[in-house]
Structures are given as C-alpha cells and as structure tokens.
C-alpha cells in the first residue's frame, strides 16, 4: 500500500465552484501533514499545513481526520489561478522525521 | 523573503558523466534535502542533511550519488555516472528545524541523461 494516496484527477470546474481534494495515508502515527501546489514544471510550494483542529485560510481549508487516515483541502469560489496540481505530504512516525512522503498530486482545472 | 536557489536550472549531460547540482538553502535554515521528480510522477524523497552529515536517504540513494556542503552556503547532489533514468527534475529544500517543520523547495534543476 502507497505512504500517501490521492485522487490524480484532472478535476474540471468553473469559476466560482467549491472543490474538495481528499488524500489517504496509511500509516497511522504519521505526525505531520501539508498541502503544497505545484504549478507546471515549477517547484511545489507550501499551501497550507494542517492541524488535528482544521485550519483556514482564506478561500482554503484544511481538515485531518485521524481516526479514517485522510486529509482534505477544500477551495471555495474558485479562481482561474488555482489551476494546479495540488500535493498532500505527509511526515511519517519519529525515525523517519526528515523526509516528506508526496502525494501523486490532485490536478484541478478552473475554467472560465 | 529568502528562497532557496539552485543552478543550472537545465544540465543536460551523456550517459556515464558526472554531473553536480548546486543549491544555496535559506540562509538561516539548518536542515537540507534533495528530492526528484520524473516527469509525470510524483516528488521522491532522496537525502536529508544535518550537521555536515547524511540523516537518513532512500534507496534510490545509491553509492552513484553524493551530497557536500563545502562551504557556509552551498549545498550540493554529485551523480557520479549518469544514467539515462537519471533524467528527472532534482529540487532542493531546505527547513529551519526538524522534524514537522515545513521544507521550502528551491525552482529545480532539470537533467537530461543522453
């Protein structure tokens, strides 16, 4: 079983839609867990972390859900710039607290 | 706001050279990593580096790379032979702490294995 597991996509939606990507990982003492964008070619960069409370960020929110393993980002009104793939990352049990496990990436098409 | 760079940002290279990837991390950060990205695939995780030592790398790590931070500010990824499935985007990060602390990632180099 992957580390980190998310729907590739492509999800299609229109200016304005609310989108919710989910993301499963399967170690359950994993400690830490991020959304990063990666826009074509270029490098991810941090979204937002996520707390065990949920957190928001403008049009962005975050959620853990320990007990099913999944993590999800919801994006409301859409913008045309949020056109990306977005990366769940998630740190696994202390031992191994160095690296990021990546997420394939969830790609998100905003239309006109 | 500090980024992290990297140079080149393309290196093409043949087959069996050697080829180093530079990166400058955050000036104040402690904590550094190399990651790769095949095109089309996802971000692996290869090397981090803490106190001018290897804290933990992948298998993908082999004894055909190698990592240095010859001075207070460079850090740097050595392919000693290339091979053509080598050719993948390398990124860098670097974070201020360990642990659960976020990495910032530099723009990439991209190497080409011919």
């Known amino acids: 079983r992957k580390e980190v597991e998310q729907d590739p996509g492509p999800f299609n939606v229109p200016e304005g839609a609310t989108v919710a990507f989910n993301c499963t990982y399967s170690?359950?003492?994993?400690?830490?867990f991020f959304w990063y964008r990666q826009d074509c070619r270029k490098e991810p960069k941090l979204l937002m972390s996520?707390?065990?409370s949920g957190n928001e960020d403008g049009r962005f929110t975050a959620q853990l859900n320990r007990a099913s393993q999944y993590i999800s980002l919801l994006i409301r009104d859409s913008k045309l710039s949020d056109s990306a793939t977005y990366l769940c990352v998630v740190i696994p049990p202390k031992g191994n607290f160095n690296k990021f496990y990546f997420g394939s990436g969830t790609k998100l098409n905003v239309k006109p | 706001e500090p980024e992290v760079t990297q140079t080149p940002s393309h290196q093409v290279t043949q087959m069996g050279q050697e080829v180093i990837l530079r990166c400058v991390p955050i000036?104040?950060?402690?904590?550094f990593y190399w990651y790769r990205q095949i095109l089309g695939q996802k971000v692996e995780f290869l090397v981090s580096?803490?106190?001018?030592?290897?804290?933990?790398k992948s298998e993908i790590f082999d004894d055909q790379f190698s990592v240095e931070r010859p001075d207070g500010s460079n850090f740097t990824l050595k392919i000693r032979s290339t091979k053509l499935e080598d050719s993948a985007m390398y990124f860098c990060?670097?974070?201020?702490?360990?642990?659960?602390?976020?990495?910032?990632f530099g723009p990439g180099t991209r190497l080409t294995v011919l």
């Open positions: 170690n359950s003492a994993s400690q830490s």
């Open positions: 000036s104040n950060h402690l904590y």
């Open positions: 580096f803490y106190n001018n030592e290897i804290s933990e």
């Open positions: 990060a670097s974070s201020n702490r360990r642990g659960t602390d976020t990495q910032y």
């Open positions: 996520v707390y065990s």
